[in-house]
């Protein structure tokens, strides 16, 4: 574990809304101080309904919330300190950006020059200076954003929630507010809890992602872990892009080795370092590891011998959908520029040790 203060634990939390829909299920989570948390999964998870019963908009049919230490589980809102950032940024439109960021403390009766100077120095921060006497209505979305983050910050909360703050935004302009929410976590030392749908923001922002899947917590780990060591099939799946292979495999014991027919390889076993050895298992490689190869080497690289299928070349990689002889495709990425056609032979080599193995039957990792 580390050595930060635990500042928000979620114990067997579950949520289950008057439809009887399930939208979480006891759920464990701990939030650390200072850290960026992004909530990842498919949509209808349960990140939302997670971060909102974190915030206090909703409350858990079962299980308990703690703010260090302390049971929040049915507190209001407002007495939490937790402040949500919402997608639509619920500004005052007919306001000023000045009286937007106002709104709180003067709510608050903090005094009227107090208000002023932390107003004039979060502008600051957040480079809205220059902004300050437009209405909320006429600035472009990632000042409106700005705005959202600097009124919510002004309320000085232990943790700001964030629900998939950058979906309005396109795709360049995403990239830059992620590098400017990330520098923000820095500039503010906030605890943030980040939902997000998108492997790539989670990847990028987060110091913890926390994978979910039918309200239920599948995985949580720093982004390199849970890419490198992903414990289930299906964060294995989830995370990155392209999505790894998954090749079904027979065990044959005798002579210890495993074979993707699909596939058309065979590699051994011992070179797995498998926790249990199954008849049936599945076996993932990443697209990036699976490498153009000669057809015959003498590096006792596996090869896997196909056909290309699909060429889609991108700036920096090729992906390649390669139906391989055994009558499975699978999906290689590989530098740019890639010379290749549909319908050209091809052989892809790959290290044992970059494969991961799963029980087709609980789902989970056995290598
Ligand atoms: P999305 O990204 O689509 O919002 P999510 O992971 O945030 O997905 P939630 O919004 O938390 O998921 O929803 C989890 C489940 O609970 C879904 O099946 C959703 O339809 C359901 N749900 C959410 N809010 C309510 C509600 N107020 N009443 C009934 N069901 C709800």
């Not at 919330?65 to 439109?93: C, D, N």
């Not at 990330?182 to 500039?187: I, V």
Request: proline letters at 6%; glycine letters at 8%.
């Amino acid at each position: 574990m580390s050595e930060h203060e635990v500042l928000i634990r979620l114990e067997r939390v579950s949520k289950v809304f008057d439809d009887g829909t399930v939208a979480v299920k006891e759920l464990d989570l701990d939030i650390e101080e200072g850290a960026f948390v992004c909530l990842l999964g498919p949509s209808g998870c349960g990140k939302t309904t997670t971060l909102r019963m974190i915030a206090g908009l909703e409350h858990p049919t079962t299980g308990e919330i703690y703010l260090r230490g302390e049971r929040i589980t049915h507190w209001p809102p407002q007495r939490r300190k937790a402040g949500m950032v919402f997608q639509s940024y619920a500004l005052f439109e007919h306001m000023t950006v000045h009286d937007n960021l106002a709104f709180g403390l003067k709510a608050r009766r903090v005094p009227r020059r107090q208000v002023r100077e932390r107003v004039r120095s979060m502008a600051r921060q957040l480079e809205l200076d220059d902004v300050l006497r437009v209405r909320a209505s006429r600035v472009d979305l990632s000042t409106m954003q700005r705005v959202a983050v600097g009124r919510t910050l002004l309320a000085e909360p232990d943790v700001l929630l964030l629900d998939e703050p950058l979906n309005n935004f396109q795709a360049g302009l995403r990239e830059q507010m992620r590098v400017q929410l990330k520098s923000w976590q820095y500039q503010f030392g906030r605890t943030m809890v980040y939902v997000t749908h998108d492997q790539e923001e989670a990847m990028t922002l987060g110091d913890r992602i926390v994978v979910m899947r039918d309200g239920q917590v599948e995985q949580i780990g720093e982004p390199a872990e849970v890419y490198r060591y992903p414990t289930t099939l299906f964060v294995a799946g989830f995370i990155g892009l392209p999505p790894m292979n998954f090749l079904p495999a027979r065990f044959d014991a005798s002579a210890g080795r495993l074979t993707m027919a699909g596939a058309g390889v065979e590699v051994d076993a011992s070179s797995l370092r498998l926790d249990r050895a199954l008849e049936e298992m599945v076996v993932g490689v990443r697209p990036g590891h699976l490498s153009p190869a000669e057809e015959e080497g003498a590096d006792g690289r596996p090869r896997i011998r196909g056909r290309v299928e699909l060429v889609r070349p991108t700036a920096a990689k090729t992906i390649l959908d390669v139906k391989a002889e055994g009558g499975q495709t699978v999906r290689a990425l590989v530098p740019s520029p890639f010379s290749t056609a549909p319908g050209d032979p091809i052989t892809l080599a790959f290290e044992p040790r970059h494969l991961v193995v799963f029980d087709p039957s609980t789902k989970r990792r056995i290598s």
